[in-house]
């Protein structure tokens, strides 16, 4: 194994309960597993018992990141694995900003923050030492950026920091809230904020600018002016020009747009809210997180009269991308472009994930039109397209005044199984799904998911290469296959940690190269058996700690409302779960068993 | 004689590609060892600030070093001699505009030698070398 393990072996142990920290060498699992996923469930299984309460001190938030990181373009996204909140299973989500890179040159591979504090408080790493501090200051500030701006300001390392932070949401432990990094960029998926925030950490900063002699900076060179030609090619572009907005109109076209609680695949007003209205009107700045030439980050505009005088402006930034347009927008019949970008100003504020309170907001619009829920309920009234209302109704969630809006803290599942409205109620295993409402394949790719995002297994381009080819639908078990597949190969792309708007660029024999310009000697087809391994350990643990997929709701609103492919049947995504549950519980039970896995890398 | 120059700071999206091929030059990856540092003016959505030596044809921080280290350059800036540098760190005081870096493992100053080694890894055009008479 390369001696380049050693650059990312340590890792950073955090104990919040007792406030102190400590390192320790774990060239063990970044020799087997890479990094990132591989090594984060690894150290995820380790620390949280099966049955612990992800509210508690027992969970943990592993962070890790991979070989590549800080070294290879668009390595550039951090792995955190934990226990969620929101569906009580182990997940997973990804962010990029400085993070990665930060905690790459601070000289760890992975930090573990684990217990939790009887005070407020944040803790800043560097290369040396983590220092405790009080959050009394900051526990409660309304808006999530001001919290990073008094960060900002008060600490070193401009630059070369990440500042990971949670809003009130996460304070008050709404299930879906988000951990946000750097303002615009989130682990924003299944409830890491309320994860932090029952630990009572408000923000965990890293700082370093370490560097690591090269093994081999001649081939290291080539193979990197290779990757970073690509990166700045034809598959990267349609990320820089109108970032991921640009599927607004694609899905639209298709009738794959999720629209008023995903009655209709689509929305009369797209085009005032597409990417490329966006772009024209509104866009003010793009943005790279660390190490990535694409600049997918966009940034918009808005000016803001103040009602009370005239003249008086204020300007606001606010960051957009396909899902919060779907999940605050269509979703919502919102087709005014200023009043969404309030509407997402609100929720990045707050720090709660876009997709799930814009499917929670669109159930309660949808309980309240059918008298399910009364007024008494949602203090104002919600209806499509009054943004207005909405913006109230997001500080409500977080401020919880009454028994409905605690309820919906808890995520549209707990709310309809409590109110009624189940059928509408858009939710797999608990989690609310991402905007593409692409086809059965798609639909089954949520089903069987881990991060619940649309990158699970890409199957959203599945559906559409089979409406652009007019072939026939694949059965479930090539489908499962097909997936499962995908999704084993994007393992090891979220073990470097790359971005996966990057997996044209690096294909099989890419990260081969890149690995072994560094020193690794494994190659492509060992690469593609590992990717395989980490699925279903990752998978395993979830089956381990009670998941039980046969028994998953399948929300009908997903069957009824057609996809370009037809209507989703029913059987045709429970033949699919059959399938992945009968794979990962041989999987899980040779690891009860106490099977020794045999490695698949070394 | 070229120099190398920050053409419209307003482009950069802050993927500090510059930096870290400016730490490639010498068979190192990370930001340490950089001669260019990027990071947000107060805040991402504000833009950038790119520092890096202008080539004062006069350099104060050559003149704030007590053991000559810094030879002057032609066409500006300086170049170091790491040799005669005993890593007091005057220099970096010296240049107002923070253009000099610090190396901590090796105790030693970085500052642009004006290669130009890394406006080729600018994807948006930030940078660039000019000719200097
Ligand atoms: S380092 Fe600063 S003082 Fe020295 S030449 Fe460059 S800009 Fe001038
Ligand atoms: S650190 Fe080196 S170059 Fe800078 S002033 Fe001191 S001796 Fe001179
Ligand atoms: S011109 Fe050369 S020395 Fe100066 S910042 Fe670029 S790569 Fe570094
Ligand atoms: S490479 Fe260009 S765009 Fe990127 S940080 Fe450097 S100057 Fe800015």
Redesign the pocket.
Known sequence: MSSWVKTLSRVLYIDLSRKQFWVEDREDLFSKWLGGTGVAIQLYKEEVPRRADPLGPENVAVFAIGPLTGVFPMASKVVSIFKSPLNGYVAESHAGGRAATAIRYAGYGAIVVKGSSDIPIYAIVDEEKVRFRDAGALWGMRSSETVGRVLREALPGAGFRTIMRIGRAGERLVRYSNLAVETYRHFGRMGLGAVFGSKKLKALIVMGRRGFKLPDPKTYREVYKEIFELTKGPATRKYHDLGTAANIMVLDKLGALPTRNLSSGRFEGAREISGEKLAEENLSRRLACTACPVACIHLAAIREEYEDEKYFYKIEFVPYDHEPIYALGCNLGISDRYGLLKLIKVVEDEGVDSISTGVVLAWATEALERGIITLKDTLVELRWGNWRNYVKAVSYIVLQPNDFYRTLALGVEEAAAKYGGLDFALAYNRVEPAGYHTGPLYHSSLAIGFRHSHLDGGAYSMDQNLVASGGPTPSPEEAAKMIIEEESWRQILNSMVICLFARGVYGRSAVEKALRSLGYSIDASKLVELGKQIYLEKHAVKILEGFEPEKMRIPRRALETPTPLGNVSEEYVRKIVEHYAKLVKEYAKKIESGNPEKCVSC | MKR?VVVDSNRCVGCHL?VY??TN?FGYVGMGK???HVRSAGGVERGFVVV?CRACKDPPCARACPVNALVLRQGGGVILNTAKCIGCGYCVNACDIGAVMWDSEFMKPVI???????VGFCPHGVIALEEVR
């Open positions: 190398f510059c091929a400016c030059r950089s001669a260019i890096v642009c030698t004006h290669c130009g080694y890394c």
